[in-house]
């Protein structure tokens, strides 16, 4: 099973702010790395795929790099509605399709 | 548009089952794998289990299984999660999702049904 890990668990920024969420795989997944943002009460919503490739409905401010074991997800200038707890999910080696503890990016 | 509709959860004793359902519309639901995700209260993303198109192949997570059961109806369009022997540790929000693979990112979800375990 391909452990997934996120890192910070939390992350305080101020409104307009980049935000830098990280993301490791224990083993590589090339790059079938999966984004998601949930807010609460809410389901969660795809976001990144393919470690790159943006969603729809989302904003040019997020974006999606890496390869192999290390993935990043910036938020280039955080809006309020940006708030929320963001899941990494690999979808290489399954099953089971495995998601990071996921990071919550509050307001500061 | 796309629309997953679950259903079916409640609160159950230790011990106890539950049948989840989960009505697709808005895509042709037989060209789909259908997965179910769970989420504890407060707590991450936990894969639960998959079926292939026409119910055949199915896979679990070893958390649930022998105690869980997926199958599918093409003909209603509609998802089930058969959940026996139910612990604690069961409850959780649950999410269907479909994918157009075996494995795959989630593009849809439904709004999830709450399962509580607890005496």
């Known amino acids: 099973e391909i452990v997934m890990t996120q890192s910070p668990a939390t992350l305080s920024v101020s409104p307009g702010e980049r935000a830098t969420l990280s993301c490791r795989a224990s083993q590589s997944v090339g790059s079938n790395l999966a984004w998601y943002q949930q807010k609460p009460g809410q389901a969660p919503r795809l976001l990144i795929y393919?470690?790159?490739t943006r969603a729809t409905g989302f904003s040019a401010r997020f974006s999606g790099s890496g390869s192999g074991t290390e993935f990043t997800l910036t938020i280039s200038s955080l809006q309020s509605e940006d708030f929320a707890v963001y899941y990494c999910q690999q979808y290489t080696n399954w099953p089971p399709l495995t998601f990071g503890g996921g990071t919550k990016v509050e307001i500061k | 548009e796309v629309q997953l509709v679950e259903s079916g959860g409640g609160v159950v004793q230790p011990g106890g089952s539950l049948r989840l359902s989960c009505a697709a519309s808005?895509?042709?639901?037989?060209?789909?794998?259908m997965h179910w995700v769970r989420q504890a209260p407060g707590k991450g993303l936990v894969w639960v289990s998959r079926v292939n198109f026409d119910g055949s192949s199915t896979t679990y997570a070893d958390s649930v299984k022998g105690r869980f059961t997926i199958s599918r109806d093409n003909a209603q369009n509609t998802l089930y999660l058969q959940m026996n022997s139910l612990r604690a540790e069961d409850t959780a929000v649950y999410y269907c999702a479909p994918t157009a693979t075996p494995g795959g990112n989630f593009g849809y979800w439904g709004q999830g049904t709450l399962v509580t375990v607890s005496s």
């Open positions: 393919g470690a790159s």
């Open positions: 808005g895509f042709t639901f037989s060209s789909y794998w």
